[in-house]
């Protein structure tokens, strides 16, 4: 097959390449359809998703990033700073600042960690938990549009997708790192 003939996609992981070509055709979905492609939609609407709840929790005064830790923290509350950086991957400078300012607004503490003083631990103070409690809601509401036309079985069937390709992702993220492991859901 020739280029003007063929798709050619080549895949790098954990240092194996593949090659796949297959035949292209004028006016083919390839060509019809590349506002659809898989990479391009997802980031799409992750994009979309992030700057509409912008939108939705701007009168609350949160940036992007501010609630992006407080959320974190809803889930995995008293984490070490330098864990909490790490898995937002921010650099500890970054999340400093943001801890900073999220503690000078009442949202968060820092406390010392009660077996070694030295390592600082994040927790919501109940100010921050109402904080959740409010992106929650508004969450839920934006949620509700986003998905209006989804009935219940369609809203489970599409969880249930994007789960398994985030487990999809994690392997190969954890095998191009050398790892190889078993990827968690809640990553």
């Known amino acids: 097959m020739d280029n003007e003939t063929a798709i050619r996609t080549t895949s790098t992981v954990a240092g194996t390449t593949r090659e796949k070509t297959r035949p292209y055709a004028e006016g083919s979905r390839d060509e019809e359809n590349w506002d659809q492609r898989l990479g391009f939609l997802m980031h799409d609407v992750s994009r979309l998703r992030r700057l509409v709840f912008d939108s939705f929790v ?4 949160v940036t992007r990033s501010q609630w992006w830790v407080i959320a974190h923290l809803s889930r995995h509350d008293g984490m070490m700073q330098s864990d909490l950086a790490n898995v937002l991957e921010l650099g500890k ?6 801890v900073d300012r999220l503690e000078a607004s009442g ?11 030295r390592v600082k631990r994040v927790y919501l103070t109940p100010s921050g938990n109402g904080l959740v409690n409010q ?11 986003i998905l209006a036309d989804l009935d219940h079985s369609r809203r489970q069937q599409l969880a249930e997708l994007l789960q398994q390709v985030k487990r999809n992702l994690l392997v190969l993220k954890r095998e191009s790192e050398g790892t190889g492991s078993a990827a968690s859901a809640d990553e």
């Open 135 to 145: 992106m929650r809601a508004m969450s839920h509401e934006m949620n509700e549009r």
């Open 107 to 117: 949202f968060i503490e820092r406390r010392a960690d009660g077996s070694d003083r």
């Open 93 to 98: 400078a970054a999340l400093g600042g943001l």
């Open 58 to 61: 701007e009168p609350l005064g």
